[in-house]
Nanobody, 123 residues
Framework: QVRLVESGGGSVQAGGSLRLSCADSGRTFSTQSMGWFRQAPGKEREFVAAINWSSRTSYYAASAKGRFTISRDNAKNAVYLQMNSLKPEDTAVYYC????????????????WGQGTQVTVSS
């Protein structure tokens, strides 16, 4: 069974940075696009960023573009999210997932979500 473990969250002040990590125990990691989503209190989970299997292309939500960078290391079965210039509205639980693009929408490829990692940005 695929297991995703997110880490690296924490509490920072606005303008600060965090680097999230996600370890994937699945055997197909290196062949699939991976992505990050987030869910703020009282809101639906939303797409943040995605990266294709070879790291050749990446995609960002408008809210993340220019501030966040997604990367991956297929040798380590890991995907990362470098978050700079954090804002209070970035406060959420962040999740990684294997993703696919359904039309213009990025979705979790399956139904599984890890436990996520909490990011809290104070003003």
């Amino acid at each position: 069974q695929v297991r995703l473990v997110e880490s690296g969250g924490g509490s920072v002040q606005a303008g600060g940075s965090l680097r999230l990590s996600c370890a994937d125990s699945g055997r197909t990691f290196s062949t699939q696009s991976m992505g990050w989503f987030r869910q703020a209190p009282g809101k639906e989970r939303e797409f943040v960023a995605a990266i294709n299997w070879s790291s050749r292309t990446s995609y960002y939500a408008a809210s993340a573009k220019g501030r966040f960078t997604i990367s991956r290391d297929n040798a380590k079965n890991a995907v990362y999210l470098q978050m700079n210039s954090l804002k209070p509205e970035d406060t959420a639980v962040y999740y990684c997932a294997s993703v696919l693009k359904d039309g213009s929408i990025w979705r979790n490829r399956g139904d599984y979500w890890g436990q996520g990692t909490q990011v809290t940005v104070s003003s």
